[in-house]
């Protein structure tokens, strides 16, 4: 069984196939981590030796590794849970009610405050054949009175001894997802974002391994589902454990929980591998298609989209559209996305965001010229929105300059000259119902992207209580997932794409309820290779969006081959951005080739686990092969400069069955060799130029 419990002892196990997590209830009152590694038969071999104090400055308590330890006592580790009750009480005393199980594999344990009414459930959720555990906590009041929580986090975690590396990734628009690993040190590293929403910069989740590899070692790893401000917290403790704690940023953060009222927090996935980070990676892979991505985008292999930004950017018309989807639909497109520009007065950045009906001039017969003309062409139909958002210069903002986020006697900020709309006002959230349905109601559209371009700022609701105004974040993120899932259960045909200023919103909050998310703004084949690499350590190569775009490239001016910026797009979910009434027929009939060519393999790339065999992080080759139930494979390589000493590249496979044989066709050239061969011998590869590529299909033929 899955969950174990030892009643004399008051030992917790948690079992997955190859996963033990362990703890207990001590004094009644504490609940204490005793472990989390490699699978551990029997939960009663665990010795529960007494916490020693070290002095009279550093207490048990402190030193203990507790579950989800609040603020009180001598703790001063990073905290879990503060409350401020109304008598000015502003820590928790546990004990400990009960525990109960749940579909026999979530196990609750039932915590209350010593004195006041205040519920804490602990969650944990087992999937068993993923090696995953999902964490979460739901408070219930149940006093009298309010009580205000400033600090909540979904999870914490305790690791033995204080030996570990931590992987994140670092960047900005255009930049993001740019993975480091260093040696964690004494004391804390915070991850976090204050925007409003995922944010470019960091994402919201910890790997911490002891000396892992691609192929083997120790990792530990935990993503947080939730795209509103967030914190991961890191602590090297003098005493000789680690403590992660991830969960909802306490900055500028209290919520107040009325009497009666029940929270429950965003959830952690959390695992254990002995197996390195592609044994990570598969498993969250394979978490997000079969647990956390909506039902649809769990069974669909996603169409090959060409989308309009880059091409036309804000200077649209529907004969121009027309013109491209003509291209398009010739090349193999199967879904024609138009960008911004199409609605109210959105000749530029300046203004229209909140008009959502599409621009007269541009449109005269509305979006159902075009959208009758794509799907005649054999495409679906997909449009670009930004709802939180509002242009000042917009018939929006002139009707109601009030439904926006503002502090009283202050000017709001604007970015991009927009403002954030305050979408914890039901008429906003309604509003936004309304025309989203509509568009999707009047026009055959089969696919929305939905851009964030600005965080929020002066974070003050007129309609919120002065003691909710704290609130005002997490509800704004709540609200977004609450209108896409609006949005889906009366429109299920329509996929959602979720976008920030490129890759702002990537996280398992949002992978929850969109189907797809846009990667970054940077299309530049090289630079997308790393991008796309620091991506795919915990997020889904299913959900990732990219692009062929023109040359040179409108961020990085760097121009290279067509064939190279198709097969650094295909590596994900396949999208055409260019402006292709430019392309010279030799172009598009490579673009057919190519699309036609994803068409086969996409399968092996969307469903399949992805292996980083080599990276132009190191050097000038890069090597990435995706592999389907050992059935099929696909190796991408590049070749991004050329020195001729090191022409001859030898790539040894991954993930192969080495008991079957595999055709391996490589442009005109086939073999045949054992998997064992293709993964301890390789397939050596001549290599000469800047910037060329190859894609090498296999198949089992037995
Ligand atoms: C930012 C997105 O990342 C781009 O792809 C594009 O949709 C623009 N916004 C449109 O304003």
């Not at 981590?33 to 010795?47: E, I």
């Not at 890191?234 to 940023?249: D, K, M, P, Y």
């Not at 909506?294 to 989209?305: D, F, G, K």
């Not at 119902?433 to 851009?451: G, P, Q, R």
């Amino acid at each position: 069984m899955a969950i174990t419990f030892s009643k004399d002892r008051s030992i917790f196990s948690l079992d997955t196939q190859s996963s033990s997590y362990v703890f207990a209830i001590e004094n009644g009152e504490h609940v204490r981590h005793l472990y989390w590694g490699p699978k551990v038969r029997n939960a009663a071999d665990f010795q529960i030796r007494p916490v020693e104090r070290v002095d009279s400055q550093d207490a048990a308590i402190d030193t203990m590794a507790e579950e989800y330890p609040p603020f009180g006592g001598l703790r001063y580790k990073t905290t879990a849970i503060k409350p401020r009750f109304p008598d000015g009480t502003r820590d928790l005393v546990f004990r400990f009610v009960e525990h109960s199980v749940r579909d026999g594999n979530e196990l609750v344990i039932h915590l209350r405050d010593a004195h006041h009414k205040l519920f804490v459930d602990l969650h944990y959720r087992l999937y068993d054949d993923l090696n995953v555990i999902k964490r979460w906590v739901e408070v219930e009041n149940r006093t009298s009175a309010d009580v205000e929580l400033s600090t909540l986090a979904s999870a914490y975690f305790n690791l033995p001894g204080t030996d570990y590396f931590y992987s994140q990734v670092t960047g900005h628009w255009s930049a993001e997802h740019q993975i480091f690993r260093e040696r964690l040190q004494p004391g804390r590293a915070d991850f976090q974002c204050r925007k409003g929403l995922t944010g470019n910069t960091h994402s919201p989740y910890f790997i911490l391994d002891r000396g892992a590899t691609e192929e083997r070692g120790e990792v530990y790893f935990g993503a947080l589902a939730y795209g509103g401000n967030w914190n991961v917290t890191i602590e090297s403790t003098q005493f000789h454990w680690v403590r992660v704690a991830l969960g909802i940023n306490s900055f500028d953060f209290a919520l107040r929980l009325k009497k009666g009222e029940r929270f429950a927090t965003p959830a952690v996935f959390a695992g254990f591998t002995e197996l390195g980070f592609s044994q990570m990676s598969h498993t969250m892979n394979d978490l997000a298609r079969q647990i956390v991505l909506p039902q649809r985008a769990r069974e669909r292999i996603h169409p090959v989209l060409f989308n309009s930004w880059e091409a036309t950017k804000f200077d649209i018309s529907v004969h121009q559209q027309i013109a491209l989807a003509k291209k398009a639909a010739k090349v193999g497109v199967e879904l024609f996305v138009v960008d911004d520009g199409w609605f109210g007065q959105r000749n530029s950045d300046q203004a229209g965001l909140g008009d959502w009906v599409a621009n007269k001039k541009k449109f005269p017969k509305g979006l159902k010229e075009l959208t009758t003309a794509v799907n005649k062409l054999g495409m679906e139909f997909g449009l670009w929105i930004e709802p939180e958002m509002v242009n000042p210069d917009s018939n929006l903002y002139r009707k109601h300059p009030d439904w926006i986020y503002e502090f009283k006697n202050r000017t709001p900020t604007t970015a991009r000259n927009q403002l954030v709309l305050n979408l914890t006002r039901p008429e906003v959230q309604k509003y936004l119902f309304s025309v989203i349905d509509a568009l999707l109601t009047e026009n055959n559209i089969a696919y929305i992207k939905w851009d964030m371009n600005r965080p929020i700022s002066e974070p003050g609701a007129r309609n919120l209580a002065p003691a909710d105004q704290c609130s005002l974040w997490l509800r704004h993120t709540e609200a977004v997932y609450e209108l896409v899932d609006a949005l889906r259960a009366k429109h299920p045909h329509v996929t959602f794409e979720g976008c920030a200023s490129g890759g702002g919103r990537i996280d398992y909050g949002t992978l929850g309820h969109f189907d797809q998310i846009w990667l970054s703004d940077n299309t530049d084949a090289t630079d997308r290779l790393l991008i796309q690499e620091g991506y795919s350590y915990l997020y889904p190569i299913k959900a990732m969006r990219a692009w062929v775009t023109d040359v040179p490239n409108k961020i990085t001016k760097k121009s290279t081959p067509l064939e190279f910026r198709f097969h650094s797009a295909m590596c994900g979910t396949l999208g055409l951005g260019g402006n292709l009434t430019n392309y010279t027929q030799k172009e598009l009939a490579l673009c057919a080739q190519k699309v036609a060519e994803y068409k086969r393999i996409r399968h092996i790339v969307q469903d399949g686990h992805v292996y980083r065999l080599k990276s132009i992080a190191n050097g000038r080759f890069h090597a990435v092969q995706y592999v389907y139930r050992q059935a099929e494979s696909v190796l991408f390589v590049f070749l991004t400069a050329q020195k001729y000493i090191e022409s001859n590249y030898a790539v040894r496979l991954r993930g192969l069955d080495p008991a079957r044989r595999y055709e391996v066709v490589r442009r005109e050239d086939k073999f045949v060799a054992f998997g064992d061969y293709l993964m301890n011998v390789g397939i050596s590869l001549k290599m000469m130029g800047d910037y060329v590529s190859e894609l090498i299909h296999l198949r089992a033929t037995s």
